[in-house]
């Protein structure tokens, strides 16, 4: 697995995990359950993560996502 994109927004996180399902991708989160060792204040970003096979496709839809929506991450 690589590592398509990093955030502490999970709104936008839900939402390119959203995306890429549409797309035909399987994505999983990494680093959820961290918050527990910054005290639960979400300062410890979240990895959203695809297979080796789909990074390509994955970075050109985030790509698109980042063009269209305007997010800056």
Do not use: W, Y
């Not at 994505?27 to 410890?44: K, P, Q, R, T």
């Amino acid at each position: 697995m690589k590592e398509l994109f990093r955030t502490n927004d999970m709104v936008l996180l839900s939402f390119l995990e959203h995306c890429l399902r549409e797309e035909g991708i399987e994505s999983l989160v990494f680093d959820s359950h961290m918050s527990v060792m910054d005290g639960s204040i979400g300062i410890l970003p979240r990895r959203l993560m695809v297979g080796d096979d789909d990074l390509g496709r994955a970075e050109a839809i985030l790509a698109d996502m980042r063009q269209k929506h305007g997010f800056d991450q």
